[in-house]
């Protein structure tokens, strides 16, 4: 499966903002936007002019794309079955993005990166609705119940999220158990509940050009 394998702390100075790709590093000094605000690259201390009307839309369906963890071909894809339903495509996409399996172990606190998150789906660690699911990208509907399999408790990762994930608040849209380390997709989350900063008209702009 494609992926991005490179240094994620690049993307985020590339985008000029945090896209929170290494959890609570981001959250610290360490992070490499604090650090070196300036785009990578020999001359990214330079790289400061103003962007076309088509650059900005550019930026911002990149900004999407990586802060979810999604490749081109997949984003577009999600793009157009958001543009296929009802109401305003950017809300559309922005609520498949946020179904998506990765995704939603990340929301439940299950991991401190949608990276993690990825991650510990692919190598087998959650069901949905009782079947072993390995596909991050696999949309979530509401009524799906997402849960550790219990041949993954017994894992020191699982053992301490197990103490912890207690005290996480998780988004009103979903339904956490702690005790049984699963949880519920309570409804479809509001626009208003996603905490990404994306302006998604400019991502409808792009690929309607």
Request: glycine letters at 8%; charged letters at 30%.
């Amino acid at each position: 499966m494609a992926r991005y394998t490179g240094p994620v702390c690049r993307l985020c100075r590339r985008e000029g903002v945090k896209l929170l790709l290494k959890g609570e590093r981001c959250l610290t000094p360490k992070c490499a936007v604090e650090r070196r605000p300036q785009a990578p690259g020999q001359h990214g201390a330079k790289r400061q002019r103003k962007l076309s009307d088509y650059g900005t839309q550019l930026r911002e369906k990149q900004k999407a794309r990586r802060i979810y963890g999604v490749l081109e071909k997949q984003f577009r894809k999600h793009y157009e079955e958001a543009r296929r339903q009802d109401g305003a495509t950017g809300d559309r996409l922005m609520q498949i993005l946020e179904l998506r399996l990765d995704n939603l172990v990340y929301r439940l606190g299950f991991a401190d990166s949608r990276s993690q998150a990825r991650q510990l789906v692919r190598h087998g660690h959650f069901s949905v609705n009782g079947r072993k699911t390995d596909i991050p990208s696999f949309l979530s509907k509401v009524g799906d119940v997402v849960m550790v399999l219990e041949g993954s408790r017994s894992k020191e990762y699982f053992k301490v999220i197990n103490e912890t994930i207690g005290r996480y608040d998780a988004p009103a849209w979903v339904n956490l158990d702690p005790k049984g380390l699963s949880g519920r997709v309570i409804r479809i989350p509001e626009r208003s509940e996603i905490d990404t900063s994306l302006e998604t008209q400019l991502i409808v702009e792009y690929y309607s050009r």
